[in-house]
């Protein structure tokens, strides 16, 4: 029931400014969307349904044998969904060291016609840029990297997407990181973690939301039947398929040396490319 503009999209573009590929998904496009106009969306919907929102801030959490106690309110359970970086996750003693490249994550949109209905992918030796329609006067231009340093020096690497990016930038650069995040359990007895907060390997294949997404409706099933320790398990075996596939392309990227390798490879497979593209979505 949730309604929300964006512009479609039929498949992953990657480029290296000498060789591309492409891989189209299967059984439906993709939609590229604002998240902020998810977020009022989901929010709209939510609030038709009858859902009660209150506003707050959680400094702490007690629990029992019966119930959990956040923000003034008590419930039998409390779900944090808070994010990449999430406070609960941290108080509540779940947090990991994250093993791997320290990646960072910035974006920015550009007042530009989309050029193409693929998300374009272009790799260079010291990271990516993602290139995903989201109206149809609006694109996103999102850039992964290890190496810190700004959003301009960092477009500077991808000579062929500056050309086209003529028109005006109309949002300011956000940023994020690091992106790799482990959780020692997604559940803490009444506590349990869900989206990001329960871990996080990159944005390199884009699955955030589907992930956060099925993950929410696995963990509203253990707790309908009354089985919470199973949770856990079952969120490891959802994610194991994006854990895989998402750390070792990350493995590929952090090396100049193999990330160089990463578009002829896919081109000279295009059956497993569009097979790894086919399974993500």
Request: aromatic content about 6%.
């Amino acid at each position: 029931g949730v309604e929300v503009e964006g512009r479609e999209f039929r498949g992953i573009h990657y480029l290296d400014g000498r060789r591309e590929v492409r891989a189209a998904f299967s059984a439906a496009p993709g939609l590229g969307v604002r998240r902020t106009h998810l977020h009022s969306a989901l929010a709209r919907r939510a609030a038709e349904l009858g859902v009660k929102t209150v506003t707050g801030r959680i400094t702490g959490v007690s629990q029992d044998r019966d119930g959990v106690e956040a923000a003034g309110l008590r419930a039998r359970w409390l779900v944090a969904a808070d994010g990449l970086h999430s406070p609960l996750r941290r108080s509540l003693g779940l947090d990991l060291p994250a093993r791997g490249p320290r990646r960072y994550g910035q974006r920015r949109h550009y007042r530009i016609e989309p050029w193409t209905d693929f998300v374009e992918v272009h790799w260079s030796n010291a990271g990516e840029a993602y290139v995903t329609p989201v109206a149809a006067d609006l694109i996103g231009v999102a850039i992964l990297s290890s190496v810190r340093r700004g959003y301009d020096e960092h477009l500077r690497g991808f000579p062929g997407l500056t050309r086209r990016l003529r028109g005006p930038a109309v949002t300011v650069v956000r940023g994020a990181g690091p992106l790799r995040q482990a959780a020692r359990s997604r559940r803490a007895g009444r506590v349990l973690l869900v989206g990001d907060a329960a871990g996080y390997v990159d944005a390199l294949t884009g699955e955030g939301v589907s992930l956060a997404v099925r993950s929410a409706e696995l963990l509203v099933r253990c707790l309908v039947e009354e089985r919470p320790e199973d949770y856990d398990g079952a969120w490891s075996r959802l994610s194991r398929t994006h854990r895989l596939l998402t750390g070792a392309l990350v493995q590929a990227a952090r090396r100049a040396g193999t990330a160089r390798l990463v578009v002829p490879a896919a081109r000279s497979l295009p059956g497993l490319f569009t097979g790894i593209v086919r399974m993500l979505a």
